[in-house]
C-alpha cells in the first residue's frame, strides 16, 4: 500500500480519535509496513476505545514481543486469552495461550 494510504489513514484517525475502526486500520497499516512501535501505539489507542474481541490484543501481544518488551506482551496475551475465552472464541484463545508458553 502507499505511503499516501497511510498519511490518509493518519490524518483521518487524528480528525475522528474517537472512531475505533480508523485506530484499528492504522494499527494494521502500520504492522503491515513495519512501523511495530508506532502501530502497537496505534492498537493502545484502539483497544482504549474498543470492546475487542481478543484480534486487538492478540496484535498488540505479537508487536511487544517483536520489541522485546516480553512482560507487555504477555499481559496483552494474557487480556486477549481472557476476553477470547468469555466470548466463545476457542481458536483465539488456544492461539493465545500458545504465544504466552513460547514467550515463557
Not at 489513514?9 to 474517537?18: I, K, V
Not at 486487538?56 to 514481543?65: F, N, P, T, V
Not at 477470547?84 to 476457542?90: D, I, N, Y
Amino acid at each position: 500500500m502507499s505511503g499516501s494510504r497511510l498519511e490518509t489513514l493518519r490524518r483521518m484517525a487524528e480528525d475522528r480519535p474517537g472512531d475505533a475502526r480508523l485506530q484499528f486500520g492504522l494499527a494494521v497499516e502500520l504492522l503491515n509496513r513495519g512501523e511495530t512501535r508506532e502501530g502497537a501505539s496505534a492498537l493502545r489507542g484502539y483497544l482504549d476505545l474498543a470492546d475487542d474481541e481478543g484480534n486487538g490484543w492478540g496484535r498488540l501481544g505479537a508487536a511487544l514481543a517483536d520489541l522485546g518488551e516480553v512482560e507487555e506482551a504477555r499481559e496483552a496475551y494474557a487480556r486477549g486469552l481472557e476476553i477470547a475465552t468469555r466470548r466463545g472464541h476457542s481458536g483465539l484463545a488456544e492461539e493465545f495461550q500458545e504465544a504466552l508458553e513460547d514467550l515463557s
